[in-house]
C-alpha cells in the first residue's frame, strides 16, 4: 500500500502533510498508471471528489494540483 494517500477530509498526505498528490504520490500514480488517458481519469475522478472538499479553491488551482503537473 502507498504511503502518500490523501486525507479525504483535507485533501493534504497522510503521511507527510502536503497537498496531495504529493511529489512521492505523483510518482507512484505515474508508476501504476503508465497510460497517459488513464491517469488523466483517475486523476479528474479525484479532483471530482477534492472540488467538494475545497470548495474554495478555484477551479484553476485545482486543474494545476490534480491534472497539470501528469501532461
Known amino acids: 500500500m502507498i504511503k502518500h494517500q490523501p486525507d479525504r477530509a483535507t485533501y493534504n498526505c497522510l503521511s507527510c502533510d502536503k497537498a496531495w498528490p504529493c511529489d512521492p504520490a505523483r510518482e507512484y500514480l505515474v508508476a501504476s498508471t503508465p497510460d497517459p488517458v488513464q491517469l ?15 470548495a474554495d479553491e478555484s477551479p484553476a488551482a485545482l486543474f ?7 501532461r
Request: aromatic residues 14%; glycine residues 0%.
Open 64 to 70: 494545476e494540483r490534480f491534472l497539470k503537473w501528469a
Open 40 to 54: 488523466a481519469m483517475r486523476l479528474w475522478m479525484e479532483i471530482e471528489d477534492a472540488a467538494h472538499v475545497l
